[in-house]
């Protein structure tokens, strides 16, 4: 079932999806990047497919992006955004947060504050691209709460090997920051999406909802 609704922020209207599981264990709620909406690939997999594993899979569109601004806002401002929606969703489940790129900042930022079980960070930004020296890795050791990285193998943002050895994590082989593969590639797109899906469960099954 999937339904939505508008919720206010301080910082204007945002967006809440809900995929929802007819009998759900966990729910994941997700923001997306400062590149693009709720509608990238991977948010959209995962909403289509968890929910049929007994997850609930909410999008969360950030009012910057729903009011049609093409620059993202302020750190800040994404934040104080995120907890707003998040102290509005209904559910009776252990909660994760992520997102993709900057919205995979966002929810470590705030995810002990906010409660979380866990959280989830889709091709986290570790580093702009070519400055590996300004590393965001205290963002993802700040939450002290079980978390899984999913990285794309070729990730200009930060390369599976870039990041801390104790870090639990997901490869999509071949996979660039948006989780896209070249067709030369030994996966296609569709199994890509697939082995994000996986991984995603498993870790959900094992850390989070027992």
Same mark, same amino acid.
């Given at each position: 079932?999937?339904?939505?609704?508008?919720?206010?922020?301080?910082?204007?209207? %945002?967006? $809440?999806?809900?995929? &929802?599981? /007819?009998? @759900?264990?966990?729910?994941?709620?997700?923001?997306? *990047? !400062?590149?693009?909406?709720?509608?990238?690939?991977?948010?959209?997999?995962?909403?289509?497919?968890?929910?049929?594993?007994?997850?609930?899979?909410?999008?969360?569109?950030?009012?910057?992006?729903?009011?049609?601004?093409?620059?993202?806002?302020?750190?800040?401002?994404?934040?104080?955004?995120?907890? %707003?929606? $998040?102290?509005?969703? &209904?559910? /009776?489940? @252990?909660?994760?947060?992520?997102?993709?790129?900057? *919205? !995979?900042?966002?929810?470590?930022?705030?995810?002990?504050?906010?409660?979380?079980?866990?959280?989830?960070?889709?091709?986290?930004?570790?580093?702009?691209?070519?400055?590996?020296?300004?590393?965001?890795?205290?963002?993802?050791?700040?939450?002290?709460?079980?978390?899984?990285?999913?990285?794309?193998?070729?990730?200009?943002?930060?390369?599976?090997?870039?990041? @801390?050895?104790?870090?639990?994590?997901?490869?999509?082989?071949?996979?660039?920051?948006?989780?896209?593969?070249?067709?030369?590639?030994?996966?296609?797109?569709?199994?890509?999406?697939?082995?994000?899906?996986?991984?995603?469960?498993?870790?959900?099954?094992?850390?989070?909802?027992?």
């Amino acid at each position: 079932m999937t339904d939505e609704r508008i919720v206010a922020t301080p910082h204007g209207e %945002a967006r $809440i999806v809900a995929h &929802r599981a /007819r009998r @759900p264990v966990a729910t994941l709620a997700l923001g997306h *990047g !400062a590149g693009a909406g709720i509608e990238t690939g991977d948010l959209t997999a995962l909403a289509a497919r968890l929910p049929k594993q007994d997850i609930n899979v909410f999008l969360i569109e950030q009012p910057w992006r729903r009011a049609g601004k093409k620059v993202a806002s302020a750190p800040k401002v994404l934040d104080e955004s995120w907890v %707003a929606i $998040i102290g509005q969703l &209904r559910i /009776r489940t @252990p909660l994760v947060l992520g997102g993709r790129s900057a *919205g !995979a900042r966002v929810a470590c930022r705030t995810a002990t504050g906010l409660g979380a079980s866990g959280v989830l960070a889709l091709s986290f930004p570790l580093h702009p691209p070519g400055k590996p020296e300004k590393s965001r890795v205290d963002e993802l050791r700040s939450t002290g709460l079980p978390t899984l990285v999913v990285q794309g193998e070729r990730d200009p943002f930060g390369a599976p090997d870039e990041f @801390p050895p104790l870090t639990e994590m997901a490869v999509v082989p071949d996979a660039d920051h948006s989780f896209k593969v070249p067709k030369r590639a030994e996966l296609t797109q569709t199994e890509a999406y697939e082995l994000l899906i996986e991984a995603v469960f498993e870790w959900i099954s094992r850390e989070i909802s027992g």
